[in-house]
Structures are given as C-alpha cells and as structure tokens.
C-alpha cells in the first residue's frame, strides 16, 4: 500500500510544490487545476493603501464582477460572485483578514481578477437606511462635535479621518454642518464602497490549495484510489478545501487517520472492500467531511456543493 500524501501548493518553502498531482494523473486520476485560496487579496495605487494595520472586527464583502473601478460610485449594480463576512484587515498591498482570505478563492478562479470589485460593508448588522437613521441620531446628539469624533465612535479614528478626506472633506468639520449630501455620502461609503483588486499573493501566501485529485476518483470510505488498488490519497492532494479556522487541518487529519486505518487492515487482513455499515466510515469520517463542504461551498458553489454531497 501507499499513501499519497504530498499537499497541494501552497507556501511552496515547505516543500509542498503540487508533486503529487504528477503521480497520481500517471496512475489515472483527473487533476482539478489547483489555484490559491486563503491567500491575502491585493491591488495596486489604492489609497486604500492609507488604511494599512487598521482591523476591523466585523466586515461584510461582496466579490463583484463589473468594469466599474470607482470605490465613490455606488449606483452602479453588479453580479455577485461570492460573499463572506468576518474580520477585516487593511494591508499595504490590498486586504487581508478572515473575511478576505475565505472570499480570495473566488480572485484566484476568475480569469480576469483585475476585472473585480471588493464591496465592503463596514456595519453589516444595520441596513442602509437603519445606518442613516443611526447617523442622523448621533449627529444630533453632537452637534457640536467634529464630524470625526462622532464618526469615531463607531470606527477607527485614522479610518475615518482617510474616509472623510476621500470624499473631500476635512475631519474638522461640525457635526452640525452636515448637509444631506454629504450624509448619503457617508451611508454609501460606510455601507457600499467599493475596492481595486489585480488579484491575490499567490500560493506564496495562501493557507490552503483549491483544486487536486479530482474526488470522483477516490473511494471516500477507505481515500483508496477507484485507479489504483493499494494507493491512498489524503489531505491537500484532493480537491477538498474549506474555510479559514482549521477546517482544513481537520480535513487533513481525518483522511490520513482514514486511510492509515485502512491500510492497517490490508496488511493485517490482505485486500477487503469496506462494507457499508463499516463504524469508522459511518460515524465518524463521513460525517465530517459532509459538514466540512457544506461550510464552505454553499454559500458561493452550489454546483461543487452538490458534487461534493453526492460524492461523500
């Protein structure tokens, strides 16, 4: 028996350089193109690039195909392409954070990445007219406050002072000399603005590998070849990824665990085909696996989710 267990792509210093895809495409087995995915977003000549090292706890994002490169213009529809909320970071090359990491597999399997749009929702628990309202309140309550310092309250001060000067107003200015204008502008920037992106930094950067064996070729009940009896294929090498939080190191563990197990019996038994109501396969590996695409997929691939539910 052997055990291919060589990784995907990704952070390629720790050797793990797509090796495996050769080996097992000679032994049969379709290889789905492996791209980055959980790797930092990036873009050039943003001021965006202002905000570096400022986090922000709770962001909505939105990956968005359209021609429309204009962060201040938030009229113009555009298709959705996936979506991810959660911990947001301003870097000096682009974006990173959970939220950006998990919605950065949908910039690497694009053709045209520059062709993107990041939307960014910085207060997604309120709706656009619920933060206007909310905006009206406090600039009331604060009348005579710098529009910064009311702004503050809700976001990082050098966040807001940079987001003020990209619509082309000053910090200083009072609270009370908001005109209405200026307020649908601050609900459109806070709630819609919209972000360059050329791309991602690549398998360099990225945690993880989307793509590799193709799953339809591995007995999921045993990770043996459906090719090649007495090969196992586990962990990065299958096309099998999931979401930041070390659902992929699970994902990993358990399938070698399944297969170490399964190869433990075919030097102890000689070759067996697993039965159905085999415990290991039953209550413990497949269920995972389920829950572990569901996670990932359903939100942005219903198509690769299905595939995914039919296969496990």
Known sequence: SVILATG??????????????????????????????????????????????ITLSDVALKICESNMRNSADTTRKSAVLDQQRGGFLFTHFGYSGPSALNISRMVSLHSSPNQLVLECDFSPELNQEEFRQQLI????????????????????????????????????????????????????????????????????????????????????????????????IVGEALDLDGPIGGYNFQSAFSTGWLAGKHVEKRQKFGVFDCKKDDIVHKNQIIPFLRSLQRIRFARSAPTQSARLSSHF
């Not at 000679?26 to 202002?50: D, F, K, M, Y």
């Not at 529009?147 to 309250?153: G, K």
């Not at 459109?188 to 793509?211: L, M, N, W, Y």
């Open 8 to 53: 995907g792509m990704s952070y390629p210093g720790c050797g793990t350089t797509g090796d495996g895809y050769p080996w097992a495409r000679q032994w049969g087995h379709r290889i789905v193109n492996p791209v980055p995915a959980l790797s930092p977003i990036t873009n050039q000549n943003c001021w965006s690039h202002e905000l570096k090292g």
């Open 137 to 232: 309140g406090r600039l009331a309550q604060n009348s005579k406050q710098s529009l910064a310092n009311v702004l503050s309250e809700l976001f990082p001060r050098r966040f807001v002072e940079q987001s003020l000067g990209q619509l082309g107003y000053q910090p200083g200015i009072k609270a009370a000399e908001v005109s209405k204008i200026l307020l649908g502008q601050l609900t459109g920037h806070f709630k819609q603005s919209r972000f360059p992106i050329d791309g991602t930094c690549g398998f360099k950067k990225a945690e993880v590998t989307a793509g590799g064996v193709d799953l339809k070729g591995v007995d999921s009940r045993t990770m043996q070849s459906r090719h090649c009896p007495g090969l196992f």
